[in-house]
């Protein structure tokens, strides 16, 4: 008699432990997972053989795999064979082993640690430093989520649209990150497939699936009109050169990791612009942005444009130097700036650009404040823009209507 047909979460960990786990973490990811393949059983007859059913990614299906025992003279042997043949089986399905592809010749075969190891080691020629640690930190997350996996994947093939999408639910809504971080780990995990694809891991892109979801309006707000005077008037008596980071980022608008990249031959005086070279620019294009007068004048009482022209506008320790600073000084900075003033988490060093789109925007229109930003549509600018920020022209005040 042959042995029941049972399915593999039922017979090797039991329903009830089974329905714990599914409580406990990833309940689509661990269905997924154990509907792979059915409990390896033994037919006996006319006929003895081993059989279950297995997932075979080329098809997209399960298929049924046999493996005759009949060569095996002893009934005894035969029932010793099976036992082993059933034991090893199970060992390699649940490892995420697939009878339908030839390890050999798939790449897809490849285990999935080992191809993570890989875009680590690519991550450290990525010129940002920035981009190196975001990138190595959302990797480390999802390292951490595998990890609490019932079952983890095992080979590369297994980073599927499946897998992803019940990653990107665990952050929304186990660790309750915003919808913001869950699509930026989205563009992330997309990336991380390019990766993928781009060294015949995997065939496509499990991403392209996925949709985005609603975000919340940013938690960063701009600076009122008061409070920027409040904070020149702090700075001018505390702490000239973050005066002057102020003012660039207000007046120039430039990403302050852009920004710690600057050097003193970057700047013209005679046409009261600065250049952001294509290597150092988020777009990674080149681009010039006007300098205002009242940077032009600070810049003239700290000196700072009679140094060498290779020295950075803000090195290392906020000082104009040879030793390139951090973008991240900039934020230090500011947080020690903002408790001095008794500011909320929501004004932040970046407000000082959101602050000066506005500011700039309702001055000369749109169009500058987008040119000066370097943004390449005016959607974009209008992003940095709320509601009570948004220009309100004359000639609506004014115009003659039919009513």
Not at 5 to 31: C, E, I, Q, Y
Not at 86 to 99: C, E, F, N, T
Not at 206 to 219: F, G, L, M, Q, T
Request: with cysteine; glycine share 6%.
């Amino acid at each position: 008699m042959g042995e029941p047909a049972r399915m593999f979460n039922v017979t090797f960990f039991g329903s009830k432990n089974v329905k714990k786990m599914l409580s406990k973490r990833n309940k689509k990811a661990t269905l997924r997972e154990v509907l792979q393949f059915t409990y390896p059983k033994l037919h006996t007859g006319k006929t003895w053989y081993v059989d279950f059913m297995s997932y075979d990614p080329g098809t997209g299906t399960m298929r049924r795999k046999k493996y005759m025992l009949d060569s095996i003279k002893k009934i005894t042997e035969r029932r010793k064979r099976a036992a082993e043949m059933i034991d090893a089986l199970l060992r390699q399905l649940r490892a995420g082993w697939s009878p339908w592809v030839d390890v050999e010749s798939n790449r897809g075969y490849t285990l999935l640690d080992d191809a993570l190891k890989k875009y680590e080691a690519n991550l450290e020629r990525l010129p940002k430093k920035k981009t190196r640690q975001s990138y190595s930190s959302r990797l480390a997350v999802m390292r951490e989520y595998i990890a609490g996996m019932v079952l983890p994947p095992r080979y590369v093939y297994q980073y599927d649209t499946a897998f992803v999408s019940d990653f990107l639910d665990w952050l929304y809504f186990e660790r309750e990150v915003s919808g913001r971080t869950r699509n930026n780990y989205r563009g992330w995990c997309s990336s991380l497939a390019a990766f993928l694809m781009e060294r015949d891991y995997i065939a496509e892109n499990p991403v392209a699936k996925i949709r985005n979801v609603a975000e919340n309006p940013k938690k960063r707000q701009p600076l009122s009109a008061s409070m920027l005077s409040k904070l020149s008037e702090y700075l001018r008596a505390s702490n000239l050169m973050m005066l002057l980071a102020c003012m660039m980022e207000y007046y120039t608008m430039i990403r302050p990791e852009e920004l710690s990249s600057i050097t003193i031959g970057d700047i013209s005086v005679k046409e009261q612009s600065v250049f952001i070279p294509a290597e150092v620019s988020k777009n990674k294009r080149d681009g010039k942005v006007g300098l205002n007068d009242e940077i032009v004048k600070l810049m003239i009482d700290l000196g700072v444009l009679s140094l060498p022209s290779h020295y950075y506008l803000f090195g290392d320790k906020l000082r104009t130097c040879e030793t390139k600073g951090s973008s991240e000084m900039f934020r230090r900075q500011w947080i020690k700036i903002r408790k001095k003033l008794g500011w909320s988490d929501d004004y932040q060093f970046y407000s000082l650009k959101d602050s000066g789109i506005r500011d700039l925007a309702n001055s000369a229109g749109i169009v500058i404040a987008r040119d000066q930003a370097r943004h390449t549509d005016i959607s974009t600018t209008n992003k940095y823009l709320q509601g009570r920020d948004m220009p309100v022209h004359d000639e609506t005040k004014h115009f003659k209507g039919n009513l």
